[in-house]
């Protein structure tokens, strides 16, 4: 068995989007090993390449572990592989449990998703309102539900102390627009400064969503680590404002100083879309005293000149 050692910090899957934003929050304190495949951008953390699918143990250094580790990415993915979901993702958290209750770690964050509140129909969605709804139909939306049931579960039988966070709509610089994993604004950006037009948008755009920039998730993530507030809690982390995905195109078209009239061809939306995201924050804002801090009009400025440096253009 796979031994993971030398650190004080475990993030599995830490070298995604969302990932690079942890850690880059928790860089400066904290040892941090990431365990995944694929190794990191920020090369001066410690990587260790692990299929995480198969049990593994780590060293009793360890005082936290922030769980990321799953097969994710835009809609277009987890559409496309519902049997990695729903297969491998539990059998990856039941991993990463039986790992840290074995080396006795303090504290597990547990990273759910907003794809819980598919079938959501209350607004601005608070944390329970997920136990009064169907549970989602989409295959990663129902992996994600479950690993937090396997955080009640381990808590209740092994004490395990945890915290899931449930990151809505991240954004920001670092995240390719790759067909596959990326969200919404990478694509959109990608598809405006490469002069699609007209710009294809998936269904008629009213579809909204509360967009959270990626350095907000990394704070949520350092502000409740080993945080007594945290424990045994579930958090929505987002921003505070809802938008129509066609108002997002509208403000990228602006933004990157456009010269046509903006004109838009709607596709075919995917069955397992949503049609309004809007939670409440409240009740992280109240316990951790955590609140967003970046406008959305100058995270997406930011995020649009990265994409456009990263693509030469």
Request: net charge positive; with cysteine; hydrophobic share 35%.
């Amino acid at each position: 068995m796979v031994k993971i050692k030398g650190g004080d910090l475990l993030i599995t899957g830490g070298s995604g989007f969302i990932g690079s934003h942890i850690i880059d929050s928790l860089k400066d304190d904290y040892d941090i090993i990431v365990a995944d495949l694929i190794r990191p951008s920020l090369k001066s953390v410690k990587f260790q390449k692990i299929d995480l699918r198969r049990p593994f143990s780590i060293s009793n250094d360890f005082k936290a572990c922030i769980h990321l580790a799953g097969f994710v990415g835009g809609i277009q993915y987890f559409t496309k592989h519902p049997v990695e979901n729903v297969r491998d993702n539990p059998k990856i958290t039941g991993n990463v449990f039986d790992a840290c209750i074995n080396s006795k770690v303090k504290h597990v964050i547990y990273t759910s998703s907003s794809v819980v509140y598919q079938h959501q129909k209350k607004y601005p969605t608070k944390e329970d309102d997920v136990l009064s709804s169907p549970p989602p139909t989409s295959a990663y939306g129902i992996s994600k539900l479950v690993g937090e049931y396997y955080c009640r579960a381990y808590n209740e039988q092994f004490g395990l102390n945890y915290t899931v966070l449930r990151p809505f709509n991240a954004y920001g610089p670092g995240e390719a627009p790759d067909l596959d994993y990326a969200h919404v604004i990478p694509q959109l950006i990608e598809k405006v400064i490469s002069k699609q037009y007209p710009v294809e948008i998936y269904g008629d755009g009213n579809q909204t969503r509360t967009f959270t920039h990626g350095s907000d998730i990394g704070r949520a993530f350092k502000m409740c680590i080993n945080n007594k507030s945290a424990y045994s809690e579930t958090f929505n982390v987002a921003g505070n404002k809802e938008l129509k995905i066609i108002d997002v195109l509208r403000k990228i078209w602006t933004q990157t100083n456009q010269k046509r009239e903006l004109k838009v061809k709607h596709l075919k939306p995917f069955k397992d879309d949503v049609q309004r995201r809007y939670p409440s924050n409240k009740k992280i804002k109240k316990l951790i005293g955590w609140s967003p801090k970046i406008s959305f009009d100058d995270g997406l400025k930011e995020t649009i000149n990265w994409i456009k440096k990263k693509s030469n253009l």
